[in-house]
């Protein structure tokens, strides 16, 4: 059974930043693709970004581009999510995601998820 451990959210003000961390158990980040995904109030549950489970190639949403790094460490079994220039809009829960898929950006493709992490922008 895999576990996944998310912490690290918080309050924040615009502009700043934020580091994520998903500890996973029962499986290696290595063998499988992970990714972060966010929900807000009144909002569907959103892709965020991932990070490939051969190659560790990475993938992001638009909105996020630039200002969001996705990364893991195989020794910790720990996913990451830097994020910069924080906006209002990125206030959501920030959930991490675990799938067979090599390619996945929706939730229906990840089997196993973290209980999320409340990540508040002020602006």
Do not use: H
Not at 8 to 34: F, I, K
């Amino acid at each position: 059974q895999v576990q996944l451990v998310e912490s690290g959210g918080g309050l924040v003000q615009a502009g700043g930043s934020l580091r994520l961390s998903c500890a996973a158990s029962g499986r290696a980040v290595s063998s499988s693709t992970m990714a972060w995904f966010r929900q807000a109030p009144g909002k569907e549950r959103e892709f965020v970004a991932a990070i490939r489970r051969s190659g560790g190639t990475t993938n992001y949403a638009d909105s996020v581009k630039g200002r969001f790094t996705i990364s893991r460490d195989n020794a910790k079994n720990t996913v990451y999510l830097q994020m910069n220039s924080l906006k209002a809009e990125d206030t959501a829960v920030y959930y991490c995601a675990a799938t067979a898929f090599y390619t996945a950006v929706v939730t229906t493709q990840y089997d196993y998820w973290g209980q999320g992490t409340q990540v508040t922008v002020s602006s």
